[in-house]
């Protein structure tokens, strides 16, 4: 069975830019949440769709919005970009997702996409 | 407000040796914690999902245990490999349905 793959996994943009990360989440898997990894802040929930749904929220500004597809593929974009967003940005993919129960909301990561802002 | 917190930040041990890894969160009304270990620039590879209900999992040289009502899980790691060496990470899901990672513990195994 694939894993959870992201595309691109390297991008460099600049400020003001706006930009689209793409996730692929483990086929029969229905929940897609996003992350961002810093140095300075660990990793951070972004937010979480399932079912094409956003079902939760991390505390980001309005600049980084996500979709899911019917097919559960999930795009995150984040615009106006800032020096600051430079980060490694990762999806993981479970069952069902952050709200599910038992072993359903056991989260499986891709590799990410490593975002530069210049 | 949960935060979890991960001691030591670094360790470095020599291969062989038995390791102790510890998380700590502050609201016990969790519903699962998870390990996770990341390589260098890479992304999170899933070792152990403990329910709330549970005390402890294991797999292969790999034990966690958890202990809502101190608000502590353990990663206890048997006979250290230097492929071992990463950063274990642990995450927490809240009743809020939030998920809320530690900092890290960056472990190198000498060999």
């Known amino acids: 069975k694939a894993g959870v793959t992201q595309t691109p996994r390297y991008l460099i943009k600049t400020r003001g830019q706006q930009v689209t990360l793409s996730c692929s989440p483990i086929?029969?898997?229905?929940?897609v949440s996003w992350y961002q990894q810093t140095p300075g802040q660990g990793l951070q929930f972004l937010f979480e769709?399932?079912?094409?749904?956003?079902?939760n929220k991390g505390n980001f500004p309005g600049r980084f919005s996500g979709r899911q597809f019917s097919n559960s593929r999930s795009e995150m974009n984040v615009s106006t970009l800032e020096l600051g967003d430079s980060a490694l940005y990762l999806c993981a993919s479970s069952l069902a997702g952050i709200a599910g129960g038992g072993s359903y909301n056991e989260q499986f990561f891709g590799p990410g996409t490593r975002l530069t802002v210049l | 407000k949960q935060e979890v917190t991960q001691i030591p930040a670094a360790l470095s041990v020599p291969e062989g040796e038995n390791l102790v890894l510890n998380c700590s969160f502050t609201?016990?009304?969790?519903?699962?914690l998870q390990w996770f270990r990341q390589d260098p620039g890479k992304g999170l590879t899933s070792l152990l999902l403990?329910?709330?209900?549970?005390r402890e999992q294991t797999s292969g040289r790999l034990n966690a245990s958890l202990d809502k009502s101190s608000g502590r899980s353990t990663l206890y790691i048997a006979a250290s490999q230097p492929g071992d060496s990463a950063t274990y990470l642990c995450?927490?899901?809240?009743?809020?349905?939030?998920?809320?990672f530690g900092p890290g513990t960056s472990l190198s195994v000498i060999p």
């Open positions: 086929s029969g898997h229905r929940s």
């Open positions: 769709y399932f079912s094409e749904t956003q079902r």
């Open positions: 403990i329910q709330s209900s549970q």
């Open positions: 995450a927490v899901k809240t009743s809020y349905d939030k998920v809320i």
């Open positions: 609201d016990s009304a969790i519903y699962n």
